[in-house]
């Protein structure tokens, strides 16, 4: 048996998660079949299960991967821009993120197990986005009047807005402008945006 | 055979519409087969298909019905409004409303028929906001340096977050809070919210 790089490890397991997320963005969780997992990941069902347990563990390694990648651009940007970025295209940031997104929804609803995975995850997004809003807050771009707990789930909220739009398929229509709104709504003052540096 | 009254017939249509929406809510579309469909409504597929055409027209029927529903509570109360109340009661109003929500999600997202007919539905919604938020700017009562149709996408978007959120069973927080920050940045000044009347 050959040797294989903890690299070719990596490669493999995120050529498996690729392959997934399209798989369920496609057909639904139900409907991601061993089979159909076998044809998007192009690989056999064995080598997909030795890596992960079973189908739920390959999705909440898709819901984990998606929370680690948000938080990471959140560190950085802050969850408005994320929202930016989401918008000009909905489907790159990774791929096919919004189409999981309604899958992941749904099963959190009615799997109390999943839910609670799933909240885990999303309080790495919560952590990021509230850091954030901290040193901004001590630099005085943020409002005061307001929790920053508060502000911390207004953002996330319209971001649950946001996908869910966008994973529906629905026109963007004004949503840019909206989130200028969204934007002036957690700084100091309301004055119209200006040059300075991405608030949230 | 007995003859039915016009209040008969409707009382008939509302028991489907109602068993229905929770057989949605608990099975999802396609597990929501005919038999289970005549387990929640208590009525014989015979009877339930004499209303409905087939189980794509009783979901769509139930997307109309919702729509209505929240069309008419947007232009007494405002969007605002609605919003709060499905906060304090997430699943009275209607019954299993935010249940289905995921469901009508997901189905518009990979059904493009389905996706317009749930458009036109939620264009009563955007309209009993609109038509609102007019009259309120017409009073002096919002902010005048954003177009309407960025605020009434803007409290769209707000809605959909928070359907999205109580749909998957996560916890309110302090969403309340958070309706606050939104009511006070569609109005005039962003002083924090007194006595006066609901706004958006």
Redesign the interface.
Known sequence: MPRVSSDQLEARRRQILDGARECFARH?Y?GATVRRLEQTTGLSRGAIFHYFRDKQALFLAIAEQDARVMAAVVAEQGLVQVMRELLSSPDSRPAGWT?TY??M??K??TDEAF?GHW?AYSAELTTATRNRLERQAASGAL?A???L???T??LE?????????L????PA???A??LD??E??VRRT?A?VDGAGAVG
């Open positions: 639904g139900e189409g309604l899958e929804a749904r959190a609803r839910r909240q409002r009047d307001v929790d707990t508060v502000l789930q207004y909220l319209v971001l649950e807005g946001l996908v869910s739009h994973a529906m398929g629905l229509g004004h949503l402008s909206v709104v969204v002036q709504s309301t119209p």
